[in-house]
């Protein structure tokens, strides 16, 4: 067991872990954050897709340790108070999920990405966007919302 | 560089029967009931839509209670590209029923016949003009102890729908000739459909059908030895990634014909299972190797144009 001492979508967290515990369990169990999801267990579907201090990780295959001391984004943290992130609210406006399984996902690795490239080119978000699994929506109009979402965000465009 | 054509038909899911019932309440909400859940087709938007369209109210005032099979009237569900079309007949069947209940309301209200009185334009209009909206009714009728107002509406399908829904494809490859890599380039779908009822969820349901016909076609492969499974995980079963989707045109073909409410097809499974054949026939025009198995893999291609040059 060892305490850990983190912050997760803004607020601090301490807690006692098993060494063996992975992230994307602490989340959802111990926290009860489970708008992350596990798809694959391996670390390569991407719908477990975390920001730890602000780089996207696949939190299937990261331990709660590894996070003492930083900082953790999950999907429940970007929405403020009842305002929908941009980019939440343009995947509900322009079709960019189904199922939703993946949907959370990809918004953490869109942020990521966004968060270091404002204006990616198609083939960028393609490359940036390969670990993130989905199955229902082909991609078209996932790859389109992150393209043009500074637009949308400035009221000037759409998808 | 080659092109190839596939093409694919079926009719529109015409199984099962489906029931949805309607309420109405003192503030005018309208609450519809369904056994089947929506799987992230859309479906929910669609009942929401045909409940807002036959009674003239925006799609806010329409909530839609979907899954619970305890308390909803019966309802297959979801599948076979049948939801639009049953699901949405009983849940059009359940709207008007509503509205001639309203009507009879409304008439009482107006102090005429039901005959006389007409929804236009979101009012309950009388033969010689007076009217009155659904909300003042709904308010007049709580006073009358007739709220809520309840409806349910079934639909049971007699049989197979004379109605087609063909997709055509054409697949744009670019194949190596030393290695046999296979690169698809350009997609066009191209469907026959019926009224689009939504055209975003629609799109949807073609772009991610397209993509699924992809993966098997091209990367899919579920291995087994001796009798078991040996591809374990994601890691091993590949999945098309946003790295994999070639550039897609759509193209449909609106006819006002369909089984569904307002002449509505389906989607579901028309835009996924031709790609393979489409893709098949284009690495056949591209380097005439021809391949019934998938998925369509280099080594196979490599395999094919060795054989062509006559190695052993």
Known sequence: MRMIRLRVNGQPVVREVPDHR???????????????????????????????????????????????????????????????????????????????ICTPGQVMAAKALLDVNPHPSKEEIQAWMMGNLCRCTGY???????????????????? | MGRGIGMYDREPGAFGPSS???????????????????????????????????LHVPLAAVTVVQGDTDTAAYEVGAGGSRFTHTAGQATLAATRELKQALVTLAAQRLGCAPAQVQLHQGRFVAAEGHSLDLATLMAWAVEQGTVPLTRTGSYLPTGPVAVTSFCAQVAEVEVDPETGQVQLRKLVTAHDVG?????????GQIEGGVVQGIGQALTEHLLVQDGAVTTLHLGDYKLPTAMDIPELTTVLV??????????????????????????????????????????????KVYAGLRAKEGWK
């Open chain 2, 254 to 299: 609106e006819t006002k014909a369909g089984p569904a409410p307002y002449a509505g097809k389906a989607v579901g499974e028309l835009s996924n299972v031709a790609i393979p054949a489409a893709v098949a026939n284009a690495v056949f025009a591209a380097v005439g190797v021809r391949l019934t198995d998938l998925p369509i893999t280099a080594e």
């Open chain 1, 22 to 100: 992975l992230l994307v369990d602490f989340l959802r169990y111990d926290l009860s954050l489970t708008g992350t999801k596990e798809g694959c267990s391996v670390g390569v579907c991407g719908a477990c897709t975390v920001l730890l201090d602000g780089q996207p990780v696949s939190s299937c295959i990261a331990l709660a340790v590894m996070a003492d001391g930083c900082e953790v984004t999950t999907i429940e943290g970007l929405a403020e108070d009842d305002r929908l992130h941009p980019l939440q609210q343009a995947f509900i406006d322009y079709g960019g999920f189904q199922c939703g």
């Open chain 2, 195 to 203: 009224t689009v009822i939504n055209p975003l969820t629609h799109q």
């Open chain 2, 20 to 54: 949805a019932t309607l309420s109405i309440d003192a503030d005018a909400r309208l609450t519809l009931l369904t056994g089947a859940a929506d799987t992230g087709t859309g479906s929910y938007t669609v009942l929401q839509q045909i409940v807002a369209e036959e």
């Open chain 1, 140 to 159: 078209y109009k996932i790859i389109e919302i992150i393209e043009s979402i500074q637009a949308v965000a400035e009221g000037k465009g759409a998808p």
